[in-house]
């Protein structure tokens, strides 16, 4: 099997390209996919740089989708009683070692992708639509005649996030770094762009009436928290929910008494799809949002699976919009 793996942690050329990997084994509880795109996600960068360190060697990658190609011990053949069944078209964001030809892929984790659903947007749209779901309705719980803020707003998440919180009835602001990239955001229906070398707070006061949004979606990290904190109205709230410039610094709570008695948060999709349940309704939220136009996802960039190393350093490098696939 061709996939690939990691020996040590480290940048970019850590991920190995090997054509010999063992086919993998579905256990109980398991089925086995042939895929047919991978989801690239910062998630895969931690991970590579030992950030969230994994057992070495092995195999990054946690989304993407395909087709069952076998069933696991305990897997109950579906037909007739709408289980699994080998040929079923799935996706999946909590899998181990998806940067592979075919992947052990827990039923808990699963979901169908409906036949209008191209490949690599059913690859990419779980980890980054269900993000963005629960941010704008469990999270922010948006809703009209909000204000909203929003760090990477030409990314993956960033794209999906200002559809949906539009959607909701917000008002949306978002920080890009580049003139290509602002023209995305203004299409996903951004109010005001910003670049990262305004003078964000006084742009953001000046839209708000001198309030301030209330609700910041900071993906980010360390390059803008504490611009973050100080966009955000009295009894505001900033949702941390990536690090992309890198791990915010320890800091004192008493910074969110100074920046006016701020709600802080740092949200993780794990404990918001806590359960098959779970995760089959937000999925099917965002998956009909496509079908029916609400949402649309833009993959930027397609890399084959042995270019894997490229499609990071594009990622780290903030020059790709949208969401990142690769192609085994």
């Avoid at 696991?72 to 699994?84: F, I, K, L, Y």
């Avoid at 920046?259 to 740092?266: A, C, N, P, V």
């Amino acid at each position: 099997m061709r996939g690939i793996l990691i020996e040590s942690f480290g940048g970019p050329d850590h991920l190995l390209f090997r054509e010999d990997l063992p086919d993998p084994v579905p256990g109980d509880g398991e089925v086995l996919v042939s895929v047919d795109a991978v989801g690239v996600n910062f998630t895969d960068v931690y991970q590579r740089e030992g950030i969230y360190p994994r057992p070495l060697p092995f195999t990054p990658g946690a989304e993407g989708v395909g087709r069952i190609v076998a069933l696991g011990p305990g897997v109950a053949d579906g037909s007739g009683d709408g289980g699994w069944r080998v040929g079923d078209r799935v996706a999946w964001c909590n899998a181990p070692d998806s940067y592979a030809e075919l992947v052990a892929v827990p039923v808990d984790s699963l979901v169908a992708v409906p036949d209008g659903i191209d490949d690599d947007v059913a690859a990419s749209i779980l980890l980054q639509g269900l993000t963005a779901h629960f941010l704008v309705h469990d999270v922010g719980r948006l809703s009209a005649d909000y204000t909203v803020l929003l760090t990477a707003g030409a990314g993956g998440v960033g794209l999906l996030l200002t559809q949906l919180a539009v959607a909701a009835g917000a008002r949306v602001a978002t920080i890009v770094s580049t003139d290509a990239k602002e023209v995305l955001s203004r299409e996903a229906g951004a109010d005001l762009v910003l670049r990262y070398d305004d003078d964000v707070p006084a742009r953001v006061a000046e839209w708000t009436g001198g309030v301030g949004v209330d609700v910041v979606f900071d993906g980010v990290g360390r390059a803008t928290f504490d611009t973050s904190l100080r966009c955000a109205r009295v009894r505001g709230l900033v949702a941390l929910f990536g690090a992309a410039s890198g791990a915010v610094p320890p800091m004192d709570p008493q910074k969110l008494n100074d920046h006016g008695s701020l709600f802080l948060t740092r949200p993780h999709l794990r404990h918001f799809i806590r359960g098959h349940a779970e995760l089959a309704a937000r999925a099917d939220d965002v998956m009909s949002a496509i079908e029916d136009g609400t949402l649309s996802v833009r993959v930027g960039d397609r890399f084959p699976l042995s270019d894997a190393a490229e499609a990071h350093r594009a990622l780290q490098a903030r020059s790709t919009t949208g969401s990142v696939v690769l192609i085994p």
